[in-house]
């Protein structure tokens, strides 16, 4: 199961990587417990900005694992500490990769 957290750009976003890699990630890590965590950060093509800031996947082994992250009384300070890195409403996927 993988859990895809998207940050769609847009003129005059704020996003700070380095926030999101050093400290957002690394809590989500210990909050969910994923397998693996992967980062893509958008970058320009041809002098057009990238269409996301930024997409996070979080792996999980399986749905009964995604399920007890979901459900952790932390998931809050996830939610809380957005603020502190980005004005950009994240959008959510959950999803499983295709053979």
């Known amino acids: 199961m993988i859990v895809s957290v998207v940050y769609p750009n847009h003129e005059g976003a704020r996003f700070d990587s380095a926030y999101y890699r ?3 990630a690394q ?3 210990e909050i969910w ?3 693996r965590i992967e980062l893509i950060e958008g970058q320009p093509m041809g002098g057009v900005p990238s269409p996301f800031a930024l997409i996070a996947h979080f792996h999980f082994a399986s749905p009964e694992a995604l399920g007890e992250a979901m459900a952790t009384p932390r998931r809050g300070e996830l939610q809380a500490d957005v603020a ?3 004005d950009i409403t994240p959008q959510v996927m959950i999803g499983t990769k295709l053979a």
């Open 22 to 24: 050093d400290h957002h």
């Open 27 to 29: 809590l989500a890590d």
């Open 33 to 35: 417990s994923p397998e």
């Open 84 to 86: 502190k890195f980005t």
